[in-house]
């Protein structure tokens, strides 16, 4: 049966994210996704944002709403030391900075991902073809995807896509259309383990060589609505 498998959020963009039962998608893509970012303060990057390509250690913090399929709250941060704080306590960027070792600047602004108010899909085909090949299980987390479907397709099939192909979950209808849209080339962040502590970097040298350094792809919501785990998919 063709099924959503996984829902992951990442509410501030480059830490690790929580998965959900269930989310709403709009024009903001995900509700909630990549909603905050921490900006570097370093006088040579200041205003940039801040990344895993930057400094892996954000991957030590973690970043949540709870389980609400559109939340209207900010996000509590969990840290490397039993930290836990919300994202308006005035003591969140100090505690940041000296653990990230890098003065920041906490910036909310909803729908801010790189390429727009987009979704990343992924396959599990793709995941386990991925992990056949590599000899090594991969762990779907190190693509930080937002909607990780069962659908009736081979491994690697996105890879593809053109503009118009389209996806149904749930109430949900997501298509290849817009800026920056279509399977998805990776950057190095793969590479890196769920909590940033070792580096796969055999895993980022085989997508290079064997799938033009793609995983996933990027749609946007063209009919809004909710999606649920386990709720119905269909791909074409």
């Not at 994210?17 to 909630?32: L, P």
């Not at 790189?114 to 396959?123: A, I, K, N, Q, Y």
């Not at 580096?199 to 290079?208: C, D, G, K, M, Y």
Request: net charge negative; aromatic share 6%.
């Amino acid at each position: 049966m063709s099924q959503v498998l996984e829902l992951s959020r990442w509410p501030v963009k480059s830490l690790r994210g929580e998965q959900v039962t269930a989310a709403r998608f709009d024009e903001r893509g995900m509700a909630g996704d990549r909603a905050y970012a921490l900006l570097d303060e370093r006088p040579n990057r200041a205003g940039n944002v801040l990344t895993v390509r930057q400094n892996q250690t954000l991957l030590s913090w973690s970043a949540s709403y709870g389980d609400l399929p559109d939340p209207v709250e900010p996000p509590t941060l969990s840290g490397p030391d039993d930290q836990r704080l919300s994202w308006d306590d005035p003591k969140l960027a100090d505690v940041l900075a000296e653990s990230l070792a890098v003065p920041v600047r906490l910036n909310p602004a909803d729908g801010q991902q790189d390429r727009g108010p987009t979704v990343l899909v992924t396959f599990e085909s793709s995941r386990r073809g991925l992990g056949e090949e590599l000899g090594a299980e991969v762990d779907l987390r190190r693509f930080r995807t937002n909607l990780h479907v069962d659908a009736d397709l081979p491994p690697f099939a996105e890879q593809d896509w053109e503009p118009g192909a389209t996806i149904t979950a749930g109430e949900v209808e997501l298509t290849v259309t817009g800026d920056h849209a279509g399977p998805c080339i990776r950057c190095a962040v793969p590479s890196w383990d769920a909590a940033g502590r070792e580096r796969w970097r055999e895993l980022q040298a085989h997508l290079i060589q064997h799938h033009e350094n793609k995983f996933g792809v990027i749609m946007r919501v063209t009919r809004p609505g909710t999606v649920g785990v386990g709720d119905a998919v269909e791909a074409g």
